[in-house]
Nanobody, 121 residues
Framework: QVQLVESGGGLVQAGGSLRLSCAASGRTFISYAMGWFRQAPGKERDFVAAISRSASITYYADSVKGRFTISRDNVKNTVYLQMNSLKPEDTAVYYC??????????????WGQGTQVTVSS
């Protein structure tokens, strides 16, 4: 089992940047592919980005491709989401998730509590 804690959310103006972090407990972090999802008010939770265990494979939603970058540090047991050129439509609660296989689907085994990102226009 792994526990995930997100941080780094906040309020930013459109065009700005934020870096989200997700710290994982336990010594098995490298066993998991990691993903970021987001949920805006009144909407379903959507895929944002994912990274394989060795970081050799990354997936992005079309809406964030070229603006967001997912990365991981398997020594620090942390996955990051660098978000640049933020838009008001990026406003959502962002969730970190862990799973045994990389996926774009909302089928991850473990989830963090979420961190709020608000982009003002």
């Amino acid at each position: 089992q792994v526990q995930l804690v997100e941080s780094g959310g906040g309020l930013v103006q459109a065009g700005g940047s934020l870096r989200l972090s997700c710290a994982a407990s336990g010594r098995t972090f490298i066993s998991y592919a990691m993903g970021w999802f987001r949920q805006a008010p009144g909407k379903e939770r959507d895929f944002v980005a994912a990274i394989s265990r060795s970081a050799s494979i990354t997936y992005y939603a079309d809406s964030v491709k070229g603006r967001f970058t997912i990365s991981r540090d398997n020594v620090k047991n942390t996955v990051y989401l660098q978000m640049n050129s933020l838009k008001p439509e990026d406003t959502a609660v962002y969730y970190c998730a862990a799973n045994w296989a990389i996926s774009r689907r909302d089928e991850y085994a473990y989830w963090g509590q979420g961190t709020q990102v608000t982009v003002s226009s």
